[in-house]
C-alpha cells in the first residue's frame, strides 16, 4: 500500500513539473530559437547532474553505454527539439494535450517488440484515458492551420517517448534512476552543446527583449522538466512499470488547462469533464 501512495505521489508530481515545461517553452521561445531553448534545456539539465555523473560512470558497464544514449535521445534528446519547433506554432495547452498519445505508442512499442502481456482492464483504461483526451481537445478548440502540420511534431515526440518506456522497462530497469538520468543527459548536453554555441545564441542573448526572461525559462525547463522529472520518471517505470508511468501525460493536460486558468483562459464544465474521464482511465490502469 505504502508503494502505490508512493507511485501516486510521484505520478502527481510529474503531472504538475511537465505540465508546467509546455509554458516555460513558450516563454523560453518569446526571444530565442527552438533549437537554442532546446539546447538550453538539455545542457541545464546535463551540468546539474555532472556530479551525479562523475559518481556512477565508472559504475556502468560499458556495453551498457550506448543503450543508456539511444534512452538518452529517445525520452530527451530529440523530444525536446521537436517540442520546441511544434510550440512556435501550437499553444502550449494544446501541446501538453497532444503529449498525452504517449501511453498508446507506449503500449504498441511494449506489445509489438517484446510481446508483454497486457490486462484487458489496462486496455480499456487506455481507451477511455484516450478518448478524455480526444474530447478535451475538442472542447479546447484549435488552429487547424496551424495544428496538422506543427501538430506532427508532438505526435513524433510521443512516439518516441512511448518507445523509450519500453526500452527503459525491459532492457535498463536495473539501473537506479540518478544513474541512468544523469549518465543519459551528460551526452544529451554533449550533443546539444555545440548545437546552441554554432547559432546565433550569443547575438541574440545581447538584444533580445526579455532575453533574461526566455533563458532563465529554458534553465528551469531543463533542471526541472529535465533533470528531477526524468529522475522520478525512471523510478516510476522501476517501481509501477511501463504502463502506468506512461499514463503519466494523461495528467499533463490538467495542468496545461490549469495554467491557462491562471492566465485567463476560459474553462467550461465540459473540460472539467473530460479531465475526470482521463483520470478514471489511469485508476483503472493501475487498479489491482
Request: glycine share 10%; aromatic share 14%.
Amino acid at each position: 500500500m505504502n508503494q502505490r501512495v508512493l507511485n501516486w505521489g510521484i505520478f502527481l508530481l510529474l503531472s504538475l513539473t511537465w505540465g508546467s515545461s509546455f509554458i516555460l517553452m513558450k516563454l523560453g521561445l518569446e526571444s530565442f530559437s527552438p533549437y537554442q531553448v532546446a539546447s538550453i534545456r538539455l545542457i541545464s539539465a546535463g551540468l546539474a547532474l555532472l556530479p551525479v555523473f562523475v559518481r556512477y560512470i565508472g559504475q556502468t558497464p560499458a556495453k551498457k553505454i550506448p543503450v543508456i544514449i539511444l534512452s538518452g535521445l529517445l525520452g530527451n534528446g530529440i523530444p525536446a527539439y521537436l517540442f520546441c519547433i511544434a510550440e512556435t506554432r501550437i499553444d502550449s495547452s494544446l501541446a501538453g494535450m497532444l503529449n498525452s498519445f504517449t501511453p498508446v505508442f507506449a503500449l504498441i512499442f511494449t506489445v509489438a517488440l517484446f510481446h508483454a502481456p497486457v490486462a484487458k482492464r489496462q486496455l480499456t483504461g487506455l481507451a477511455i484515458g484516450f478518448v478524455g483526451v480526444i474530447c478535451l481537445f475538442l472542447a479546447k478548440g484549435i488552429d487547424a492551420n496551424a495544428y496538422w502540420y506543427y501538430g506532427f511534431f508532438v505526435i513524433m515526440a510521443t512516439a518516441c517517448y512511448g518507445l523509450n518506456i519500453a526500452l527503459v522497462h525491459h532492457y535498463l530497469k536495473e539501473f537506479a534512476s540518478l544513474q541512468l538520468v544523469s549518465v543519459s543527459l551528460f551526452f544529451m548536453a554533449l550533443f546539444a552543446l555545440p548545437v546552441l554555441l554554432f547559432s546565433d545564441f550569443f547575438t541574440v542573448f545581447g538584444k533580445a527583449e526579455g532575453a533574461y526572461t526566455s533563458l532563465a525559462a529554458s534553465v528551469t525547463l531543463g533542471l526541472l522538466g529535465t533533470g528531477v522529472a526524468s529522475i522520478l520518471f525512471y523510478q516510476l517505470i522501476r517501481s509501477a512499470g511501463a504502463i502506468f508511468a506512461s499514463m503519466v501525460t494523461y495528467g499533463l493536460p490538467v495542468v496545461a488547462i490549469g495554467w491557462g486558468f491562471l492566465a485567463g483562459e476560459d474553462i467550461n464544465s465540459l473540460q472539467v469533464i473530460c479531465l475526470a474521464v482521463i483520470m478514471g482511465g489511469v485508476y483503472l490502469v493501475n487498479r489491482k
